[in-house]
């Protein structure tokens, strides 16, 4: 199934501790973290961001009104990007629907869980193509992180 909708502007990434969101750890001191969100901005707005979601409007399980409701609720807005440098990859939190949707009269289209999680697992997915865009077309840096010289050896 695909989409025949237009890409929905990036995301503005701005400073927060990815420690915060419930799916996503990261490793290390956050105050001594350089998350490289300015740099990730500018690869989004250069063309990273069109090019994944080329990709996963091709792709998308996704119906027009489902992606219509996420459009409504700004949720492509509040994607976040930012180098996992201990990982050596692009991480990432995806906006969701809350599970409590039915109570917040969430959105006047909104009307089951189905559509709920279809829109849940389809950004997901587009937060994931995002990140390997960036990490196989954009970033050409490599970790700096260097692992202590006295872990054991497990081999």
């Known amino acids: 199934m695909s989409l025949e909708v237009e890409p929905p502007e990036p995301p503005t990434l701005t400073y927060v501790d990815p420690n ?3 799916d996503a750890t990261i490793a290390g001191d956050p105050t001594d973290i350089d998350y490289r969100r300015e740099e990730l901005q500018a690869f989004l707005e250069e063309g990273a961001w069109e090019e994944a979601f080329e ?3 091709g792709n998308a399980d996704l119906e ?3 992606y219509d409701i996420a459009i409504d609720l700004e949720l492509f807005s509040e994607f976040d990007f930012f180098w996992d440098d201990f990982a050596d990859r692009v991480g990432y939190h995806a906006p969701g629907i809350p599970e409590d949707w039915q109570e917040r009269s969430y ?3 909104l009307d089951s869980w189905g559509t709920v999680s279809s829109i849940n697992a389809e950004l997901t997915a587009f937060g994931q193509l995002v990140c390997e865009t960036l990490k196989d077309d ?3 840096w490599e970790a700096e992180y260097e692992p202590p ?3 054991p050896d497990f081999s």
Do not use: M
């Open 20 to 22: 915060e969101y419930e």
């Open 55 to 57: 990709q996963w409007r």
């Open 64 to 66: 027009r009104r489902a």
């Open 107 to 109: 959105h006047p289209d």
């Open 138 to 140: 954009y970033i050409d």
């Open 149 to 151: 010289e006295d872990l």
